[in-house]
């Protein structure tokens, strides 16, 4: 019985979704299938957090899709429950992670081996990087002033703030510009945070978000 649980213990959850969860990003979720509920109702009774992949190929219900072989964990930090069984969750980005392997449950639900990847380590923007922060905070000054940071259900970024981070500053441009899935994966998975930034720079540019 211990080696049963000690193997299930590492198998982490899978959540696949038409979206890309960044470390550190805030990510809510209406649960309405049963095999979910049920799979963040465990997570929650173990403190445990749960896999968002984004789907290769498949949709979010029915049968299991297959996922990209880079996610994010996700912890989660509130819940409610609405009339008709309906589950509210709020959760964050925790660290990145690359599946080994993957095992199909009877309810379709995917569980994965993975290899946790290096958090982003602190990386202070470049000197010519120094504009996507500044533009980042005009952003969070704004939020300051219309919602207020005690509001933290509505506030659009998990707290602290960290503007002289690349990667932090890279991701929370990843989740808010009009990218594609396809975009947006393909920046998760780059682990120089530095050149993450760089990229977002480039869309920024493009966009005219930036002076060139």
């Given amino acids: 019985m211990t080696d049963i649980e000690t193997d299930n213990a590492n198998w982490l959850p899978l ?6 969860l960044f470390p550190d990003g805030i990510l809510p979720l209406r649960i309405f299938e049963t095999r979910y509920i049920d799979m963040v109702r465990e997570c929650m009774r173990l403190e445990k957090p749960f896999g968002v992949v984004a789907i290769r190929e498949g949709t979010e219900t029915g049968q299991a899709a297959q996922p990209e072989a880079v996610g994010c964990s996700a912890a989660i930090v509130h819940w409610d429950m609405e009339a008709g069984g309906l589950l509210m ?3 964050r980005g925790g660290l990145r992670f690359r599946i080994r392997e993957t095992r199909l449950l009877a309810d379709q639900r995917l569980e994965a ?22 533009a980042l905070k005009s952003l969070t000054d704004d939020f300051d ?5 005690n509001n933290t259900q509505d506030y659009p970024f998990a707290l602290p703030l960290r503007l002289d981070d690349a990667g932090w500053v890279a991701n929370r441009w990843s989740e808010i510009l009009p990218l594609t899935l ?10 120089d945070p530095s050149m993450r930034l760089t990229l977002i720079q480039s869309c920024l540019e493009q966009q005219q978000l930036l002076q060139g």
């Fill in 113 to 134: 081996r993975v290899d946790y990847l290096d958090a982003d380590r602190l990386v202070t923007p470049l000197p010519g990087q120094a504009d996507c922060a500044r």
């Fill in 89 to 91: 969750i709020g959760t």
């Fill in 145 to 149: 002033q219309r919602i207020g940071r």
């Fill in 15 to 20: 959540f696949p979704l038409q979206t890309v």
């Fill in 182 to 191: 396809r975009t947006k994966q393909e920046l998760l998975e780059l682990d």
